[in-house]
């Protein structure tokens, strides 16, 4: 094990990683509920660390585009928090729910209030708020979008109809939540725009961008008009924190020790506040819906540099 200083030199730390990951060939299963997903090559891996500095590692398939699926989450929630602030606090909570992803059944008894923004009852809400709050919500949510990360990013239509075509349970959520009284639009339209978000594409490169301002707390951080103020930004790592990995949040908090953001397109992204951001990508996901090799990718990356929040 190494420590982290400024010198650390995270090219050679995500080179070891990727020999090591060899071992964890052909563990997971590509998502098969999303039928565009299921047809993605599961041999691909990129990886990419971007100092808060701005200087970049990147390793094997990291300019790869790939569906950012419920990291999209935490975007939608920035410009959610910036319009409503503490009410929106009213129609989501902020506790792990230690359920599936998708799961339906806290719902029912928590009188459809969402756990958290990061589930999808709770992104759904949100995508609701934007609905409601933003002129076009698709076209201004890319360019927020766009703006934070520099790049041309872009929705996968293809991907969102696939995802529409079977998005049975996400129907069964938010029909739960319109006749309990935390879905104001019609539901159809606010699924068209979740469906839409979860589609947008981006490499490693892109996503380690995104989200390296995340870690400098003492900087605003946004685009536009949606600026997260300094005690914002904190409370989205802590977010990341406990809710980031659904049922698998304290396991990460646990074998990584990071703030972070995983969807079923096998993503992950995770910051070390003040030093930090990165992205890593592999399709196959574990039974929680976390990519496997990821999950491990970052397991060893915090304990080759010897750095995690704790
Ligand atoms: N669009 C996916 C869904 O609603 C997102 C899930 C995820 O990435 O974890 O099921």
């Not at 592999?282 to 496997?292: D, T």
Request: proline letters at 4%; glycine letters at 10%; one cysteine or more.
């Amino acid at each position: 094990m190494c420590m982290l200083t400024d010198m650390m030199d995270y090219g050679a730390v995500l080179c070891e990683i990727a020999v090591e990951l060899k071992e964890f060939e052909g563990k997971g299963k590509v998502p098969s509920y999303i039928p565009e997903l299921a047809k993605v090559d599961p041999n691909q891996f990129g990886m990419c660390l971007t100092t808060v500095e701005g200087t970049r590692y990147e390793i094997g398939d990291s300019q790869v585009k790939f569906s950012i699926q419920s990291i999209s989450k935490v975007l939608s929630l920035t410009i959610a928090i910036n319009i409503l602030r503490s009410d929106l606090w009213k129609r989501v909570g902020v506790e792990p729910s230690g359920n599936p992803f998708n799961s339906i059944v806290q719902l029912e008894y928590e009188n459809g209030i969402p756990r958290n923004p990061f589930i999808n009852a709770g992104a759904i809400v949100i995508a609701d708020v934007l609905v409601s709050q933003l002129k076009r919500p698709k076209e201004e949510f890319l360019a927020f979008v766009q703006g934070i990360t520099g790049s041309d990013i872009q929705y996968n239509e293809q991907v969102a109809q696939s995802e529409k075509s079977v998005g049975y349970m996400n129907t069964s959520l938010a029909y739960m939540m319109k006749e309990k009284g935390n879905l104001v639009n019609d539901v159809e339209e606010v699924l068209d725009f979740y469906y839409l978000q979860c589609s947008l594409e981006m490499t490693c490169v892109e996503l380690a961008e995104a989200f390296r301002n995340f870690g400098e707390t003492g900087k605003p951080f946004g685009h536009g008009e949606y600026i997260l103020t300094m005690s914002q930004a904190l409370r989205m790592n802590a977010l990341m924190l406990t809710c980031g990995f659904y049922d698998e949040s304290g396991e990460f908090a646990f074998e990584v020790g990071l703030p972070g953001k995983s969807g079923v397109g096998g993503a992950i992204v995770a910051l070390l506040p003040e030093r930090y951001c990165v992205s890593v990508w592999s399709p196959p996901l574990n039974k929680k819906g976390n990519s496997s090799k990821g999950m491990k990718a970052l397991e060893l990356l915090t304990t080759k540099t010897g750095g995690s929040i704790f």
